[in-house]
Structures are given as structure tokens and as C-alpha cells.
């Protein structure tokens, strides 16, 4: 039986080519999208949703506008890392498709509350309309399958300030809302995203297929990996978020620890930190499974032969 899926995201560069995973993944059924602020505004996270529907050639996929700002913090956005639109070097045509009214929140809770034990969410973006979502309907906690989150660095350096990892960075106060909420979290930090780095001879294999998705990823992945290259030394770029939406319907790839994890909300120079208790000194009660280990090359195979096989498709 495939999964359900609801994929709350900032379109992006690495959340893109986790929306392309999705639809080449039979494992799956992406019932929707909301569009969350992040990576670029909102206004242009849904028409980037919009674009890669159109793309993959999945338009009946739904798109549903989530919130423009952070629950307390400024809007920070990265277009250093994912470029001005969002997509690196790629451009798509303006999308020709709409969102739907429905605001993205109110869609969230409408689905999981009418699908008890049914939906799988997955964000892969800052946590503001899963925090709203919650604050709205409490109820949607223990109404939710499970929840898959892209986010934090447990004992991996930040990758947007010296100890946070952008999402969490973004909307730390979200975060805190979502991590502490009861929600069945499985974590992916940047511990295993960063032994995930899609590289230069990864995209030479994708291009050996002519199709206007390997030219898309190949366009939006070279930025990329020159921000990796040049504000961190790393030969490619960490694709965060496919790896996140893999673990939805291959697990193994990971190995897990269920642990107390927290996220600082203070005013101080580790805001938006995400750390473990891994001694659980306060004797409670883990709130999440966090993924630890990684097998690299057995994700990054599952990528490319996905995103082979959805490229073949579309000429
Ligand atoms: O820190 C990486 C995460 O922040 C990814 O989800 C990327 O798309 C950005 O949203
Ligand atoms: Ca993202």
C-alpha cells in the first residue's frame, strides 16, 4: 500500500528534487503540497512547487500557499544558497497552473483530522505551518501517521550559523512548538544529509539521459554545489531533503536513536540550536527517533535510478 503524503516545503533547490522523488516513487502518493517561506519568500516557494509539478508532469498534484513569515523572528531567506528565484541556474516557465485557495494550514489539519492514522507528513522546510497547524488543532498530534522532518544538527556543525541548521535556524520558536508537541518525529539532521553529497560524476550518469528534468537538475544543482564549494569546502551538495523523503519508504538507509532533542529559543548566539541529551540527565521521556547513521551510496542510488527512470519518461 503506498504512502499518503503531505510535503510541507521551500522550493529549493534539494526540496525540488524531493518533490521529483516523490512522484518517481511508487511508493508513494503525494496527496499535496504547502509552500512555506524559507529557502526564497512563499510567494516564490509555490510557484517553484507549481513549475516542478509541471515539470514532472504531475499537475494534479495540489498546491496550497503556507505562511510568508517565522511565528517571532525576521524573515531570513538563503538566496546565496538556492539563488534569487530559488532554483539555482534553472528556469522554468512561469507556472500555468494556480494554488488552490484553501490556506496551507487549514488544508494540513482538514486532511489528517478527516484521515486519522492515514497521513504521512513530511518538512522539509522552517516548521511554521506545522507550529500554526498545531496551535489551531491540537488534535492533529495524535491524528497524524507519523511525521518526517528534515531539520537540526545534533553533533554536526551548522550550516547557517556556527551551531544551526537553516530550518530550524529560520524558525526556531516553530521548531520548539512541533519538536515538544507529541508528534511521532523521525529526524533527519545534517549528521546524515551531509554524507549525502550529490556529486559532479552523479550528475554526469543523469545526463547521459537527454530530458528536461536531468537539464533542471543539472542547472539547479550546479549553483548549489558552488555554495558548497565555496562556503564549505565540499566537492557537490548535500541533498538534504530527498534524502528525508527516501527514509519515508526506505528506512534502512538510516540507523536511528530515540532521543531527547531540543531546540534553543533563547536570545543568544545558539538560537535555533538542536541538541540531543544522549545521557537523558532530565530522565524523560524521548521525543523523537533521529536518524545517526547513513549508508550514502545505497541512498544516493535509489536517487539517481528514480530520477533515471522519471527522466526517461518525460523527452
Ligand atoms: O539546512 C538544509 C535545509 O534548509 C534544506 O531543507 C534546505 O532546502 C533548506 O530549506
Ligand atoms: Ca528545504
Do not use: W
Not at 41 to 58: D, G, V
Not at 170 to 188: E, K, N, Q, R, Y
Not at 211 to 236: C, L, N, W
Amino acid at each position: 500500500m503506498p504512502k499518503h503524503i503531505i510535503l510541507d516545503t521551500d522550493p529549493g533547490i534539494d526540496d525540488s528534487l524531493a518533490i521529483l522523488l516523490a512522484i518517481a516513487s511508487p511508493e508513494i502518493v503525494l496527496d499535496g503540497i504547502i509552500s512555506v517561506h524559507g529557502n526564497v519568500s512563499t510567494e516564490q516557494t509555490t510557484k517553484n512547487a507549481l513549475s516542478i509539478l509541471e515539470l514532472a508532469k504531475a499537475t494534479h498534484v495540489p498546491v496550497y500557499k503556507g505562511c510568508d513569515l517565522p511565528l517571532v523572528k525576521e524573515s531570513l531567506l538563503s538566496p546565496e544558497t538556492h539563488g534569487n528565484q530559488g532554483l539555482g541556474y534553472a528556469q522554468l516557465p512561469e507556472p500555468a497552473t494556480k494554488p488552490q485557495s484553501a490556506y496551507g494550514s487549514d488544508y494540513l489539519i482538514e486532511e489528517i483530522m478527516s484521515k486519522p492514522g492515514e497521513i504521512t507528513l513530511v518538512c522539509v522546510g522552517p516548521l511554521t505551518n506545522i507550529a500554526l497547524a498545531i496551535r489551531q488543532e491540537p488534535r492533529i498530534v495524535e491524528n497524524v501517521k507519523e511525521v518526517f522532518i528534515m531539520g537540526g544538527a545534533i553533533q554536526q556543525p551548522g550550516n547557517t550559523t556556527a551551531q544551526a541548521e537553516f530550518n530550524t535556524c529560520v524558525d526556531p520558536h516553530a521548531a520548539h512548538i512541533v519538536f515538544h508537541s507529541g508528534m511521532p518525529i523521525t529526524l533527519t539532521p545534517l549528521d546524515v544529509t551531509y554524507q549525502c553529497i550529490f556529486t559532479k560524476d552523479d550528475l554526469n550518469r543523469l545526463l547521459k539521459i537527454d530530458s528536461p528534468v536531468t537539464k533542471f537538475i543539472a542547472d539547479s544543482t550546479r549553483f548549489y554545489m558552488e555554495f558548497h564549494d565555496e562556503y564549505q569546502g565540499i566537492a557537490g551538495c548535500a541533498i538534504n531533503d530527498p534524502l528525508t523523503m527516501a527514509l519515508t519508504f526506505m528506512p534502512g538507509i538510516c540507523d536511528y536513536q530515540n532521543l531527547v532533542v531540543d531546540v534553543d529559543i533563547s536570545s543568544g548566539v545558539g538560537l535555533g540550536n538542536t541538541f540531543a541529551d544522549f545521557y537523558n540527565y532530565e530522565k524523560k521521556k524521548p521525543n523523537m527517533k533521529v536518524a545517526m547513521g547513513v549508508r550514502p551510496r545505497v541512498f544516493m542510488e535509489l536517487f539517481l535510478e528514480r530520477m533515471e527512470k522519471l527522466a526517461r519518461g518525460i523527452s
